[in-house]
């Protein structure tokens, strides 16, 4: 039998921390979030529509930032059930 639903990210959430990167270069981030003093220096949460976003945002902080210097914590990760359309119709016409 076809399958007649597709899971599709709607909601992820994550946790940012950044650490041994110098004020001037944190001022820059396009994010809003708490300038932490020790074994941190900044954490933010962030809110993504899908997974490919996070990691094109993540992409974009190494090349601002340098590799070794953030960690990503993802935190919550929601999904929904999305109908085909055909299928739909499909199915309702087999009822």
Request: proline letters at 3%; glycine letters at 6%; a positive charge.
């Amino acid at each position: 039998m076809p399958r007649i639903t597709k899971k599709e990210v709607i909601d992820l959430k994550a946790v940012l921390v950044i650490w041994g990167v110098k004020d001037d270069i944190l001022k820059k981030l396009p994010i809003e979030g708490h300038w932490l003093y020790g074994e941190y220096d900044f954490i933010s949460i962030l809110d993504f529509d899908k997974s490919g976003e996070l990691e094109e945002f993540k992409e974009k902080l190494r090349h601002l930032i340098g590799d070794e210097k953030f960690k990503v914590y993802s935190v919550k990760y929601g999904a929904k059930n999305k109908t085909d359309p055909m299928m739909s119709q499909m199915v309702s016409q087999l009822k």
